[in-house]
């Protein structure tokens, strides 16, 4: 859902950006004219073909491609992935910037997971790992994920992280924006030293179709109440500021983990600060999307947490309360906990095992 003006402003000022990924460094005197190469990864493809022509006319940078990507699927979020890694030999920063409506029905991902949280963190959460490679043989790199004011009341339920239980759409958004505090700051510690750096924010109040399910739900007198704040509610180019600051901004480059807000430093809420609450939701996270450990050989396995599935075989760890075979899987055993698996393709698993504990 990123708007042309939007996009526009960001390859004005970045020296390579994108929705979800940007690459290929220029002098900063020369982004926008110079060849930026813009990667748009979206999910309508009809309308980001629109927006991405836009830019190109209006930048004058030819060097803007457009990729299939819904993050509301974990298989399209890999084939997105594979093709990255095959095409790009750099990634220099990557920016999570797709959400999903904040009245959203309850709805499911193609995965079975809450829509709001798979779409919102999920899918970015998968999606950076998949790259995380690429993006530290492009150091220095950031990674960039859009929060919200949002996660000051979000709380993660962990006993029900899909809201079966008690759904509700703003309580779905505020985990969600939570989520992606929590994970750029274990992802901060995570690379700690490998000159990637992360970076949370609060773009603002924009206008946006974000409220494509909210607006329909106020009544008409309250439209009218409201209608004196609107001057308040930022353009696209306004809201873009924040991200572009955390993407580009020099003097950041030594910080990670850190949440922005206009263009600055800001505490955010004390439950966005626990780090673990952070750490279990990064395990939590990691089981849902079926990142793994890889096999090599003689009784070892490597860790490769941050991996996607490349063709390599794996062995897929979990703790759960059911276990079925699968015939592709060469080998199962058991111990009193644990269950692993040595298999060609974790995909056989992940619509099957529910896995509640780390990996």
Known sequence: NISGDYLLKLIKRMPRVCETVIKEKVPRSRICVAGARVIMACRDMERANKAAEDVRKRSGNGNVIVKKLDLASLESVRHLSKEVLASEERLDILINNAANATNCPQWKTEDGFEMQFGVNHLGHFLLTNCLLDLLKKSTPSRIVNVSSLAHEKGEIYF??????????????YRQSKL??????????????GTGVTTYSLHPGVIKTELGRHFLPTIPLWKRVLYKPFSFFIKSSSQGAQTTIYCAVEEKLQNE????????????????????????????????MVGLCTRYTGGGRYKDNSHGCHTGKRYIYIAQFKFFRTHPSASSTWQTKHWICFLTDDLRLYSHTICCNSAI
Request: hydrophobic share 35%.
């Open 159 to 172: 006993d029900d992280i899909n809201l079966e239980k008690d759904y509700h759409p703003w309580k779905s």
């Open 256 to 287: 990670s983990g850190l949440y922005y807000s206009d263009c600055a430093p800001k505490t955010p809420a004390p439950q966005a600060l626990d780090d673990e609450a952070a750490k279990r939701l990064w395990d939590v996270s990691a089981s």
């Open 179 to 192: 989520a992606n505090v929590l994970f750029t700051r274990e992802l901060a510690k995570r690379l700690e």
